[in-house]
C-alpha cells in the first residue's frame, strides 16, 4: 500500500502571497488531519476532514483553510502569508476516526520571505 | 481548554544509559499514542495506549498508561544511537481536537 503523499515537499512564497499544499492519504482512508510544525510551538493540529467534511478545527486564524475532495485528497491553503507562517506543514491519514493510528505524510517544507 | 504536557524537552543521554519521558494530561484521555520522529524526518507510530494502568513492551521500549489515564511514559532501557529523535505523545480532546505532546529530542551519545 502506497503511504501518504504530499506536494509540493518545498515551498518558498513571499509575505502577503497565499499558497496551497496537497495531500493524498493511504487508500482506504477516509480521514485527513493537518498539522503545523515548527521548532518553538511543536506539533499543532490544524483541522481534520472526513467525508468532505471539516470535523474538527484547531486554534489557526481563518487565514488557514482547508477542504476534502471526494477521492478523499486534502489540500490547504494559507492566505494573506506571514513570516511565522514558516514551518513543516504535515497531513496524516487514518483509517475511520481521528483516534486512529495517524500515518504522516513526508510534509511540506514552507519558507516565508 | 486541554492540553497534554511533556517531559523533559530535551534529553542528552550516553549509550547505554537508560531514558524516560512523560506526559501529563489535565483531563481524562481516552487513550493515547506515542510517535517518533527521527531528524528530517516526519513522526511514525509505535503505539497506543487504551486500557487503565495498561503496560506494553516493544524490545527496550516501554510504554505506561496511568491508572487515572491521566499520564503516560515511555522508557527506553540501554539506549542506541539508532534510538536518536523526538518522541510525541498523542491524544484527543473531549472536543475532538487532536493534541500532540511537546514532544522530547533524544540525542544519544556514542
Known amino acids: 500500500k502506497a503511504g501518504v503523499t504530499q506536494t509540493p515537499r518545498y515551498l518558498i512564497k513571499t509575505r502577503g502571497q497565499q499558497v496551497t499544499l496537497s495531500c493524498s492519504p493511504i487508500?482506504?482512508?477516509?480521514?485527513v488531519s493537518w498539522y503545523q510544525q515548527t521548532p518553538g510551538q511543536g506539533l499543532q493540529f490544524l483541522f481534520e476532514?472526513?467525508?468532505?467534511?471539516?470535523?474538527n478545527k484547531g486554534n489557526f486564524p481563518g487565514r488557514f483553510s482547508g477542504r476534502q475532495f471526494s477521492n478523499s485528497r486534502s489540500e490547504m491553503n494559507v492566505s494573506t502569508l506571514e513570516l511565522g507562517d514558516s514551518a513543516l506543514y504535515l497531513c496524516?491519514?487514518?483509517?475511520?476516526?481521528?483516534?486512529?493510528?495517524?500515518?504522516f505524510g513526508p510534509g511540506t517544507r514552507l519558507t516565508v520571505l | 481548554g486541554q492540553q497534554v504536557m511533556q517531559i523533559p524537552q530535551y534529553q542528552h543521554v550516553q549509550e547505554g544509559e537508560d531514558f524516560t519521558t512523560y506526559c501529563n494530561s489535565s483531563?481524562?484521555?481516552?487513550?493515547i499514542q506515542w510517535y517518533k520522529q527521527r531528524p528530517g524526518g516526519h513522526p511514525v507510530f509505535l503505539i497506543q495506549?487504551?486500557?487503565?494502568?495498561e503496560v506494553k513492551k516493544q524490545k527496550r521500549l516501554t510504554f505506561q498508561f496511568g491508572e487515572a489515564k491521566k499520564n503516560s511514559s515511555l522508557h527506553i532501557t540501554a539506549t542506541q544511537t539508532t534510538d536518536v529523535g523526538t518522541y510525541f505523545c498523542?491524544?484527543?480532546?473531549?472536543?475532538?481536537?487532536?493534541?500532540f505532546g511537546q514532544g522530547t529530542t533524544l540525542q544519544v551519545k556514542p
Open positions: 483531563t481524562t484521555l481516552s487513550n
Open positions: 495506549l487504551v486500557k487503565s494502568g
Open positions: 498523542f491524544s484527543s480532546s473531549n472536543t475532538g481536537k487532536l493534541i
Open positions: 476532514y472526513f467525508s468532505e467534511t471539516q470535523r
Open positions: 487508500s482506504g482512508h477516509r480521514s
Open positions: 496524516a491519514s487514518s483509517s475511520w476516526v481521528n483516534t486512529d493510528t495517524q500515518y
